[in-house]
């Protein structure tokens, strides 16, 4: 062989080893899957035809849930929406996220001399908006497999940049963004991002089109069905002469809404030819209330924020999500699972499908092998911490220190703050109607004591803020 064909073949073999992987050149048992993160925005888990709502018409998840596996009792760690998408992002608990960003602020502050006391505010405002950067977020890791990334919809870390995406939609705010009249508050929840679903899905169609050489990951989160309820005619007109209340009507368009974008993204991955290889994995970030025969229209409070056993309150309603790992023709049809599932235990079972090491700190846990029937009952029960809950005189809500756990019978609730405890049996009360708590005092006592051995294990590691 002379030099010359020898350095051209060199050449080649250094340019294969340096290339992405390309889902035509990898080994058909190597080849990596597509992965969309649907994220339901302040949807109540009843509020689905696949959870037997057949007032509220949802076919296109009713499609993802029977081509794949439901677990109906999954849960978000909070009671409104950011730590619940931190928890996405990292695969840990609120708790011990803020504790890694409080001490990383620490480190960082002790290096620097403030002019002012609120020019240390300020940078302390700056650093936890932007404190997503400093994590090895999901779409990191995924990067280090070949991912191109992308970031659409609702999004409180800044910019699609600190979550390690590749592409996105939000970008940031200016000081003079943050000046009264600017409507700061939803640059803050994403920007631009929030266009997507709700006024165009353009952004993510051009992402796929130009990544179809490539495995992908995207964060699908439209603001739906958050408020406002203002779903087009095409939606509100399927409930218009049902015989529910107005506000009830207004929910459910705009929960077909987002149904119908989910509808839109898969038609395009068809059309694309990138259906068949995408897992699709859907969550809510927080739950919601809003019954058939609930109205919340003069009620501003309620109107924003749904009836008091959904979102910001301590009720079993305001955790709960349905989960969903949907891949076409590559896991079971229709199954459905009643197994406790956690929404930090979403990014380990993604890692596991590409067969990545599980971050170590990682509280998530990979639910493949439930998904592959080979064990059950990973968790028995799941422990949450509240710090908000309503209030009527703040729509944001109020602080307080509570805690909640749901094990396979029971949801048990306290409220630190005002001394209230509640106990709900799941199995015979799912939307807790009925306090068992004073008649039920051994388990009260037994429930009482696991939040004070978890607050106490936090407390050891330096996790009780």
Partial sequence: MNKILLIFVLYLSFSACNESPKKNDTPVEETLP???LLIGDDQGYPYFGFMGADYVETPNMDILAANGTLFTDGYVPKNHCRPSLQ?????????????????????????????SEENRKEWQRNFKHNAMKNFRTLPKILAEKGYQSFQGGKWWEFNFEN??????????WTPEDRKPGHNWFKKFMGGQG???GRATMEPVYEFIDNNTEKPFFIWYAPELPHYPLNAPDKYYNIYKDKDMTESAKRYYANCTWFDDGVGELVNHLKEKNEFENTLFVYVNDNGWEQNPDQEFR????????????????????????????SWYEKNEKGARKSDLI????IPATI??????????????????????????????????????????EDMM??????????????????????????LFDMNKDPLNSENLAERELELVADFSRKVEDWKAEKAKKGLND
């Fill in 397 to 422: 809500g109020k602080d307080i220190e509570g805690y909640w756990i749901r094990n396979k019978d029971w949801f048990f609730n306290w409220d630190m703050t005002s001394g209230v405890k509640l």
């Fill in 163 to 172: 979550g390690g995406f590749t592409h996105g939609m939000t970008t940031g």
């Fill in 298 to 325: 003069s009620d501003s409070m309620r109107w924003h924020n749904g009836g008091d056993k959904g979102k910001l309150s301590m009720y079993d309603q305001s955790f709960r999500t349905p989960i969903i790992f």
């Fill in 194 to 196: 929030l266009k997507l």
């Fill in 87 to 115: 928890s996405l992002m990292t695969g840990t608990l609120p708790i011990d996220y803020n504790k890694e960003v409080d001490e990383l602020m620490r480190d960082n502050m002790a290096r620097i001399r403030f002019k």
């Fill in 342 to 345: 956690h929404s930090a235990d």
């Fill in 351 to 392: 890692l596991d499908y590409l067969n990545i090491e599980i971050p170590k700190g990682y509280f998530g846990q990979s639910y493949k092998p439930i998904i592959e029937n080979q064990t059950s009952n990973l968790r028995t029960e799941i422990i949450g911490r509240v710090e908000k809950t309503r209030s009527e």
């Fill in 34 to 36: 597509n992965i969309i």
